[in-house]
């Protein structure tokens, strides 16, 4: 019972550590960009779009597909770039133990 004991209190001060990990991870952003930057999307850790930046030059009301898929691609790498910046915290926590997204 001893060794239960202590194990609850690591996995206590685990999900403390954890709790102000997504904390801080939902405060930090990440910038990218697409279309040779014109068009850049700011997103914080929680995966939400802070800012989209789009260059006038990139709006052409002929071609708003383009628009869409530059939009689409620079949001679709924020994304990436936040899963990787999760991934790193995690593993610098849990010394690289792979631990199901508790994200």
Known sequence: MKNM???LKQMQQMQKKISQMQEEVAEQT????????????????AHEVVSIQIDPEVVDPEDIEM?????AAAVNEANNQVDA?????????TGGLPIPDIF
Do not use: D, F
């Open 30 to 45: 990440v910038e990218t960009a697409s279309g040779g930057g014109m068009v850049k999307v700011v997103m914080n850790g």
């Open 5 to 7: 004991g202590k194990m």
């Open 67 to 71: 628009l869409e898929e530059l939009v």
């Open 85 to 93: 910046m999760i991934k790193e915290k995690m593993g610098s926590l």
